[in-house]
């Protein structure tokens, strides 16, 4: 099987990107290596989702760290226009270079251009700010900790680097694949290897790049699903990626939301 946490990756044009259908094709190859019949897992494989993470320079491998291109500036204080008001306890989390994102990775909606700035409180609030900046945007430094002088924004900020990936729905169960249900029932030895195949999806898709923000894919809750009540991530942001500590905030709405830019209207969740 592919060792995707060095093969999946290349540089291009100076950003960092992953092959995605190398972790599909290992996905393929550990289903033959089980002996379970390509239908079914292809039927697995249509259920992954891509991504883009955004990860420390650090984190990248070795050999992808020569001209890699940051992609986002996280922490620091934002970069807004003057007329742009938010509550100076709202800290700025993250800013994305729209254009630095790879191309045709994801399959939602991103701007091609111009800046996404994300300012949140990611600890026990559930309250943010999604602007998108057009490229050419005047903007000045926003220093909230002017008066709020213990605000995370106290941190420097520093650069991430994207990286293009692959995410699998969360709890992911046999009962979840019609044609997993089907080529298992009765069985209790295909029952197994099936399981086998979940966990091993897992296992491939697991690089470690993929601890720190996400764009798009399946989101990484833990507790309750966003995509139970019908929405899809648009951004996910691990405190400890910024901030330090175990929260994760989750930015999600409805395909048509995030395609139209109507980021006043997603919803921001923090699971601790």
């Not at 890699?68 to 938010?86: H, I």
């Not at 900790?145 to 213990?150: D, K, L, Q, Y």
């Not at 699903?225 to 691990?238: A, K, T, W, Y």
């Amino acid at each position: 099987m592919p060792d995707i946490s060095t093969a999946a990756a290349s540089v291009r044009h100076g950003m960092v990107t992953a092959m995605t259908p190398i972790a599909h094709e290992a996905v393929r190859g550990a289903g033959r290596s089980f002996g379970i019949p390509d239908p079914v897992t292809e039927a697995f494989v249509r259920l992954l989702r891509p991504c883009v993470y955004l990860c420390p320079y650090e984190e990248l491998p070795e050999e992808l760290r020569e001209d890699a291109r940051p992609a986002a500036r996280a922490g620091g204080p934002a970069r807004l226009p003057e007329d742009v008001t938010v509550p100076a306890y709202v800290p700025h989390v993250v800013t994305v270079d729209c254009a630095a994102v790879p191309t045709g990775v994801l399959d939602i909606e991103f701007p091609a251009d111009g800046h996404v700035a994300i300012l949140a409180e990611v600890t026990d609030q559930d309250e943010g700010f999604v602007i998108h900046l057009p490229a050419g945007t005047e903007t000045v430094e926003r220093h909230p900790r002017e008066t709020e002088p213990n605000t995370p924004n106290a941190h420097e900020s520093f650069p991430l680097y994207a990286v293009a990936g692959t995410t699998m729905p969360g709890a992911l169960r046999r009962s979840h694949v019609v044609e997993a249900v089907d080529y298992a029932e009765g069985d209790a030895e295909r029952a197994r290897l099936v399981d086998n195949l979940i966990e091993e999806i897992g296992a491939i898709l697991a690089v470690r790049w993929g601890y720190g923000i996400q764009l798009g894919g399946f989101a990484p809750a833990w507790h309750d699903p966003l995509e139970d009540r019908g929405n899809i991530l648009f951004v996910s942001i691990p405190e400890s990626a910024v901030f330090g500590g175990e929260c994760i905030t989750l930015v999600s709405g409805s395909r048509e939301q995030i395609a139209e830019r109507r980021y006043s209207e997603l919803e921001f969740d923090v699971e601790s």
